[in-house]
């Protein structure tokens, strides 16, 4: 069935690399998705991959793709106070009208 | 400025009593859906819209009720509210749903809504 899984929560130091795993199910997947939920808000596009992309790169950010092993990874390098949130992955399926959501991952930042 | 609003933000409400959450878009999005949020099992797709009368069931759409009457609006409504209802309600829109695009979702800020 449809699923996508995630850890719930991450703890990194201030400064170091945070890296966010993310399983799913659907082999035909387009997009590949990276939200991020600040306390209090509703969740807000972070990145993206395509599916027929391994790597993409956007300034702190780098995903990557593993279609084979259906695993996504969202590295945030440097990880500074402000990346505290709840990041979800998501997959847009090529053959319906929808996205599904991961869990979500608590990522908490020690000083 | 491009946003989608939601009320209210927070509701209190007792069993039985009926109730609605709005939700509008200013940008001519055609794709709306309801997610409701609890702890541990992330976002749950309640109800979608593909378009103006276009309306379909997400995975958790019992006890909910949609209405597109018109391309901004997508109004959420419990006839009858219960307990396992209470939970963290997000409303999303999409410029489209169908086909092989991108279809960044913008949510809403969220509706706590508590039902005793």
């Known amino acids: 069935g449809e699923d996508v899984e995630q850890s719930l929560f991450l703890s990194v130091r201030e400064g170091d690399s945070s890296v966010i795993n993310c399983t799913y199910t659907?082999?035909?997947?387009?997009?590949l998705y990276w939200y991020k939920q600040e306390p209090g808000a509703g969740l807000q596009l972070l990145t993206y991959?395509?599916?027929?992309?391994d790597m993409k790169q956007d300034q702190r950010l780098t995903v990557l793709l593993n279609k084979k092993d259906k695993h996504l990874s969202l590295r945030i390098a440097d990880t500074q106070t402000g990346d505290s949130a709840i990041y979800f992955c998501?997959?847009?399926?090529?053959?319906?009208?929808?996205?599904?959501f991961g869990s979500g991952t608590r990522l908490s930042i020690r000083p | 400025e491009a946003q989608v609003t939601q009320n209210p933000r927070y509701l209190i409400t007792v069993t039985g009593k009926k109730l609605t959450v709005t939700c509008s878009q200013n940008?001519?999005?055609?794709?709306m859906s309801w997610y409701r949020q609890d702890p541990g099992l992330g976002l749950r797709q309640i109800y979608y819209?593909?378009?103006?009368?276009?309306?379909d069931k997400g995975d958790v759409p019992e006890g909910y009720k949609v209405s597109r009457k018109e391309k901004r609006n997508f109004p959420l409504i419990l006839e009858s509210p219960s307990p396992n209802q209470t939970s963290l309600y997000f409303c999303?829109?999409?410029?489209?749903?169908?086909?092989?695009?991108?279809?960044?979702?913008?949510f809403g800020p969220g509706t706590r809504l508590t039902v005793t």
């Open positions: 999303a829109s999409s410029l489209s749903g169908g086909g092989q695009g991108l279809y960044e979702q913008y």
């Open positions: 659907d082999s035909s997947s387009t997009y």
């Open positions: 991959i395509f599916s027929n992309m």
């Open positions: 998501a997959e847009k399926y090529s053959s319906a009208s929808k996205i599904i």
């Open positions: 940008m001519n999005h055609e794709y």
């Open positions: 819209s593909m378009n103006v009368e276009v309306t």
